[in-house]
């Protein structure tokens, strides 16, 4: 690899020795990427102190061609800190399941800039101080399209199995396990299937392609965002394999 | 080389302390081996001695070596100043830096990516604490990272209401530092916590 410069988002980090760390990045040109930052906690560190959960900084790093050892940081330039999602304790939250969601859901030492802009613009969006019933929609769209980017996006317009698009107007049956919706006609007995309303599968697939910063102004019907919250919620399970350890902190609407 | 048994279990236990790695291990090992007999005996003695000698303090959760510690039945203390850390040796950081209140040790820091929830915190002994009516004011002194604010909030919304004033460490440049040498988090931090400068400008 050589010397490397690209933007980074903070994943993880460990302390290694007395001075030193080991942090964990979502870089826009390698994709996750651990980097060892030798001395940061010394009083006059120069390459920017520790790294904090989520910071987005320009990094350059260093690693020998051919070696497996750890890449060495080289330089590292805060762009944000997120000082005001960090007052709050809804967004702080919100930002761990961010955490959870790319560290689960992103490749190892591979390209991922449509992913990476996603996660800068959701902090973006956060970060701006948006009424608290546009975060539900925010963190649907952050969800939906880091799904949707990763290759796991369900099938929300038409029949998993024969393809057939539904009504609209209609109850669906979407069973995650087969990987979104499944026709009256299509589905085999008793299955693990919900239902789900025609608008709310065709506002999860259209939140999975809108930018989050476009959504401060947005504010569901609250009957409507908690039937699709419930459902990414199912089907992010059936990617992850597991539950979730970062709830999505929102309380349930009411109507 | 085949490791003597003895040596390879020695160097095994002491990779499972943090921050230890086999090199590290290995030199460690190797310097016991060669140190005086009286060395060697009084770190085994002091391991050995360490779980029966200490326990936590039932009122502010520090390690100790009795319940009530020293610090929480010394009577020349301000009792009414509660400093709240996250880990024991943040106590002893604040003793040195002169810190003439009590404390209360959180055992730990909210963090659900750890798997760690503010039920899993010493906080509703704080509130318990506070609500008994001795404490006038609150001091949160969680570390300055993402973990220590998200548990600074969860403080300040556990004794909402309660009577007390509730304040948190400021944070920025640190003290025998140079602007030059601070990060830009440290230096927006100082910022955001400027304080007013008796008698200058208006
Ligand atoms: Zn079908
Ligand atoms: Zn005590």
Redesign the pocket.
């Known amino acids: 690899m050589g010397r490397v410069t690209t933007e980074a988002l903070a994943l993880r980090r460990t302390p290694f020795g007395e001075t030193s760390q080991i942090a964990e990045f979502l870089t826009r040109s390698h994709g996750r990427l651990s980097v060892i930052l030798k001395g940061v906690h010394r009083p006059r560190a120069r390459k920017g102190g520790g790294v904090d959960l989520l910071d987005h900084s320009m990094l350059t790093w260093f690693s020998r061609r051919n070696s497996r050892a750890m890449p060495q940081l080289v330089e590292r330039r805060v762009l944000s800190h997120h000082p005001k999602l960090r007052a709050n304790v809804e967004l702080l939250q919100i930002g761990e399941f961010l955490v959870e969601l790319l560290r689960t859901l992103t490749p190892e030492d591979q390209p991922v800039p449509r992913v990476f802009d996603l996660a800068v613009a959701t902090l973006q969006a956060l970060e701006a101080g948006p009424p608290s019933q546009a975060l539900g929609p925010i963190v649907l769209a952050a969800q939906g399209g880091i799904l949707r980017l990763g290759g796991f996006e369900p099938v929300l317009d038409r029949?998993?199995?024969?393809?057939?698009r539904p009504e609209a107007h209609r109850m669906l049956r979407c069973d995650p396990g087969r990987g979104g919706i499944?026709?009256?006609?299509?589905r085999e007995g008793r299955d693990d299937s919900f239902l789900l309303s025609t608008t709310a599968a065709e506002g999860l697939r259209r939140l999975a392609r809108t930018d989050p910063r476009e959504l401060e102004g947005v504010a569901l019907p609250a009957e409507l965002e908690n039937s699709m919250r419930r459902a990414s919620e199912r089907l992010l399970v059936q990617v992850l394999e597991r539950q979730l350890r970062c709830r999505v902190p929102l309380r349930e609407r009411v109507a | 080389m085949a490791v003597p048994p003895a040596l390879a279990r020695l160097v095994d236990a002491l990779k499972r302390l943090p921050g230890v790695g086999t090199r590290t291990a290995e030199r460690l090992a190797f310097h016991l081996l060669r140190a005086p007999h009286d060395e060697t005996h009084e770190l085994a003695e002091a391991l050995l001695a360490l779980q029966d000698a200490v326990v936590a303090c039932s009122t502010c959760h520090n390690l100790a070596e009795s319940d009530p510690c020293s610090l929480c039945s010394d009577p020349d203390r301000e009792h009414a100043r509660l400093l709240v850390v996250e880990q024991p040796r943040d106590v002893t950081a604040f003793e040195e830096a002169g810190w003439k209140g009590l404390y209360h040790v959180l055992l730990g820091h909210v963090s659900p990516l750890e798997g760690v929830e503010a039920k899993d915190l010493t906080l509703s002994a704080l509130v318990d604490r506070v609500s008994g009516g001795s404490v006038s004011e609150v001091i949160v002194a969680t570390n300055p990272d993402y973990e220590g604010d998200a548990t600074a909030l969860h403080i300040v919304r556990a004794l909402d209401g309660q009577p007390v004033q509730v304040s948190r460490i400021a944070r920025g440049v640190a003290s025998g530092s140079a602007i030059e040498y601070s990060n830009s988090a440290m230096l927006s931090d100082a910022l955001a916590g400027r304080v007013n400068l008796e008698g200058g400008g208006r």
């Open positions: 029949c998993v199995v024969c393809e057939r499944v026709c009256a006609g299509c």
